[in-house]
DNA sequence: GGTGGCTTGTGATCGGTTTAACAAGTCACA
DNA sequence: TGTGACTTGTTAAACCGATCACAAGCCACC
């Protein structure tokens, strides 16, 4: 019998929090293949992590398996898509409609799992006007407004650095409580502003080094995070 | 006197290792805006760390600073370039000219640092043949003669999750030592092969789990890493 | 040249994350 | 129904990374 915890007043430490995206991964595919259960020790080999592990991570929530049966695939899935908030819709804004904003907006798994672009902002005015994906593109000096008028969840930045505390200034100014940030730069905001960054091209410098210093540790690498 | 450590058989933690890029970053700006000096405490405050983690992190490279005085902006820098591998440069492919892809080969500080793409693959016949930023795309099933004639350091996978492996597979088998992946899934390759995953969209799972689980720890979060 | 203030690099300590171990509970099958 | 194999949730131990604290050294100014 799933039962979840209330989760008030638990603090999830961050390095659980990461490997949550990773779990709902591999469930997704299991449930996927059809599969009905399975253990700690199958899912965290497949993973590559212990089972121990992946047991603590899970226990932080609530208690999810049957001891002697293990996990049902769909019942666990579900849980952390709760968990994770996946159960919802959200509204985005996007700012800055190049190449990698066009690949976001255009994203299929983000329109399936209730993401939501309801706003494109731009300054090029090669750009204000047109449409993508059935959204018209706008200036971005009307985003202020825009907020206003409706409501946003998530704010994305794919502009470029020089503007991008600006826009965040902006979001922030709209009552946007969350940014998904990928300008190289980081941002300045006031506290209770969620703000995650998705630097990719610190991925790649990260890449480089990897490169040029051979470890004998293991080679494979899954995002995370901190700061 | 800067002195930088040999690194032979010193293991760098990750954790280490997911902060270079951001004092890079860091000292790029300072480097622009013309400072010549800056202390550990004036730059890991700018940065959002303690100035002991820093110097600690350092320490694991070396003796770059001086007492009394701080380090040189140039100095540092330059070791923190050549630490990350930014002082030489790189054969890319990649593989999946969509959106992302098409960001990836335009952004134009990865070809600055070094970075150059010499192949664009795809499997969309309306895609082969045309040009993007002065590249032919050619068919996937071409990437294997390509790399035995053109050595390749990073193979990029920006295509479908359902492909990912295969494609990972060829350029194993055609001797790239790294696989910089996009694709939301994770990647079998033999020890050795460096593996750089970038999951954008549990990225966004992390942003949507931290509005549904309001911390009343600190907001801001980088991108790092650890498997 | 000497003195005071400042800053580095590093050993010691603290805190958090990962791994290990086990009691309790479930299922399958005889 | 009883037994054995299996698996969970959790407590304890080990490990690793972050912070602290300080001796050693440098700069600037008197």
Redesign the pocket.
Known sequence: MPRRKSLDHVVV????MRRLPVYYRYLGALLARGTERV???ELSRMIG?????M??D??YFG?????????RVRDLHRAITEILGLHRTYQLVLVGVGNLGRALVSYPSFANRGFRFCGLFDNDPRLIGSEFCGLEIRPVDTLADFLHQCPVDIGVITAPPEVAQQIADVLVAGGVPAIWNFAPTSLKVPKGVIVEHTHISESLMVLSFRLNNPEEADTSVESASNQ
Chains 1, 2 share one sequence.
């Open positions: 430490p961050q390095a659980v253990s700690s020790q992590i212990t089972a121990s592990q047991r603590q899970l226990s208690s999810f398996g049957q001891q002697g049966y293990g996990y």
